[in-house]
């Protein structure tokens, strides 16, 4: 990826954040004597879960094995993925992705069924089990604003799919993410059972990776989005 040795080396990419506070508040990071991070929105778009986004800028302090395994609960239990599912399924339908479901009610149901199964092995992989396995912090450390132009804080966050934070705070390759979604296409075998080839698997891995580096990017700017939003809207309605 272009730019990644850069950005794996850079000093902004080696800042920390620190832990949050077990429940609710392992969402949030605990602000610095110095540094009032920004608070993160638990929806990107009110619609995707945002979980575990936590401020870069900060001084970085481990989560549990608790708290890992609480943020990929909430990632698979908030409401909205069952409305991203249905739509991810809807689309299926309409484009007749995975031929051997069918058509009709029966045929919806099923591509519901595995989309919201993807959803769930892969959250609970990438984001719970495997960061207690290789002691790795699951969260998206975003850089904010005043950190780089677009381009950078882009890349930046494209990158996180293959570089993340280790429990001691220094950054190390996301055998998490990687290992996680790769497994994640393997169990999909058990329920695509027309979709075992080799090939089918590294195109449920490729789609899995490129939806988890779009959600990162997705966090880096939505702050920024909605704060844009907002002024231009309030500054509309005087």
Same mark, same amino acid.
């Given at each position: ?155 930046? #966050? ?54 988890? #580096? ?25």
């Amino acid at each position: 990826m272009l730019g990644l040795a850069a950005l794996v080396s850079s000093p902004i990419v080696a800042q920390n954040s620190p832990a949050d506070t077990p429940d609710d508040a392992v969402l949030h990071t605990a602000s610095a004597p110095a540094i009032q991070p920004e608070s993160q929105d638990k929806r990107v778009f009110g619609v995707l879960p945002n979980y575990r986004t936590a401020d870069a800028n900060t001084t970085y302090s481990p989560i549990t094995a608790k708290q890992k395994l609480t943020i990929a609960t909430k990632d698979t239990l908030d409401y909205p993925i069952f409305l991203l599912v249905a739509g991810i399924a809807g689309v299926g339908q309409i484009t007749d992705q995975h031929h051997d479901f069918g058509q009709g009610f029966k045929g919806y149901a099923h591509r519901y069924v595995t989309s919201y199964s993807d959803q769930f092995v892969g959250n609970y992989l990438t984001e719970g089990f495997l960061p207690i396995l290789f002691h790795q912090d699951p969260r998206y450390f975003r850089i904010g604003p005043g950190q780089g132009g677009i381009w950078h804080r882009g890349t930046y #966050a494209l990158s996180r799919i293959l570089v993340t934070k280790s429990d001691n705070g220094h950054n190390t390759f996301n055998a998490s993410e990687v290992f996680g979604n790769a497994i994640a296409a393997g169990v999909g075998n058990a329920y695509y059972p027309g979709e075992r080839h080799l090939s089918d698997n590294f195109t449920r891995f490729g789609t899995s990776l490129a939806t988890d #580096a779009l959600s990162q990017v997705l966090k880096e700017f939505w702050p920024d989005v909605k704060r844009k939003y907002f002024e231009r809207h309030q500054h509309g309605s005087k």
